[in-house]
């Protein structure tokens, strides 16, 4: 049985415009040990599905349906008192910006300690001592002096740390990553995506990483899922995903990204603007930006075909190419 099983998952979000569907009909399993990478343009629902798996939504979203099981406990339904025990506990999760996830009238030892207490049955004592623990972990040097230090005294990169570390304080069984790397430099990102590998083959733990690049995927991921619109467009092993695409915003994604190959050349962006999510149209969402567009996907959204054991996508690109192998005529 998988460690987390998300089945058809829908989250709105009710604004006066009208209902947002941001996650509409997601599903995936993830294994123990196990990372997941789930890629997307901002706005295409990454971040809400993995809000919805923590249930802390605003108040202006909502789970309309779907099933969240972790280790065969369904979470949606289930009420504050019992999610506050998994939360931080057993799941837990790194902001984007550790700035505005820190604190800044609070020392780092503080914020530490009392995620610490709050999750565990260790007394303040223990507490600390888990704290300055954690803090050597994620390579911090000098961790009981910085214990006293408030989020100001410490770069981008060492804040990342320190968030890290909070997120790991309670040995969590899942870790959500929601784009950790995005506010650093290049060689910030490369530490802290190779601290998160040592960390997570040393602790074995699974790990969720939302991200919009792609090379952070490559490096870290064991499955992929691709989400335009709300929607998984393209689903499997890393392999399949960047070797054999099959979803043409999957192909978009990699065209566009710079390698020794196209060093020199100009890169290929995915042309027009993201959906309209209070105004869906009833075929592909991303047929209004598809070279490949055809008329049925317009008018038809395609259902996620199986390319083979490994690997679905839903795209009328794949329809088309089985029909002209077996001799009939796609339009």
């Known amino acids: 049985m998988a460690m987390l099983e998300v089945k058809d998952l829908r989250t709105s979000f009710y604004t006066p415009a009208g209902e947002v569907k941001a996650v509409n009909g997601v599903s995936f399993n993830l294994d123990h040990g196990k990372v997941l990478g789930i890629v997307g343009e901002s706005g295409s629902g990454k971040s809400v599905t993995a809000y919805s798996v923590m249930q802390i939504l605003e108040k202006t979203g909502k789970i309309v349906s779907g099933s969240i099981k972790f280790n065969g406990e369904e979470l949606v339904g289930a009420g504050e008192k019992e999610m506050k025990k998994i939360r931080g506990n057993k799941i837990s999760i790194i902001f984007q910006d550790p700035m505005t996830s820190l604190n800044p009238t609070y020392t780092i030892g503080r914020q530490l300690m009392e995620a610490i207490l709050l999750h565990t049955n260790r007394n303040k004592k223990q507490a600390r001592e888990r704290a300055i623990e954690m803090l050597r972990l994620v390579n911090i040097n000098e961790p009981e002096k910085r214990m006293n230090q408030y989020p100001y005294e410490f770069s981008g990169g060492m804040r990342q740390r320190i968030m890290i570390a909070m997120a790991l304080a309670c040995e969590p069984d899942i870790l959500i990553a929601d784009e950790p790397t995005t506010a650093l430099d290049v060689t910030i990102q490369a530490q802290i995506l190779e601290l998160m590998q040592s960390l997570q083959k040393e602790l074995g733990m699974a790990i969720i990483m939302i991200t919009h690049d792609l090379g952070v995927v490559a490096q870290m991921c064991d499955e ?33 990204i710079p390698t020794i190959e196209n060093d020199g050349q100009k890169l290929q962006p995915i042309t027009g603007t993201p959906i309209d999510l209070l105004n869906m149209p009833a075929g592909c969402p991303f047929a209004p930006r598809c070279d490949a567009a055809m008329k049925i996907c317009l008018r038809q959204r395609c259902e996620r075909m199986q390319i083979n054991e490994w690997h ?18 796609a339009e």
């Not at 043409?248 to 566009?256: A, D, F, W």
């Not at 679905?312 to 005529?329: F, P």
Request: charged share 25%; glycine share 10%.
């Open 224 to 256: 992929v899922i691709v989400m335009y619109a709300g929607s998984i467009c393209e689903q499997g092993t890393a392999d399949e995903i960047f070797y054999n695409p099959k979803h043409e915003y999957t192909k978009g994604l990699i065209r566009s």
């Open 312 to 329: 679905q996508a839903a795209c009328w690109m794949n329809v088309k190419e089985e029909m002209e192998k077996e001799g009939g005529a």
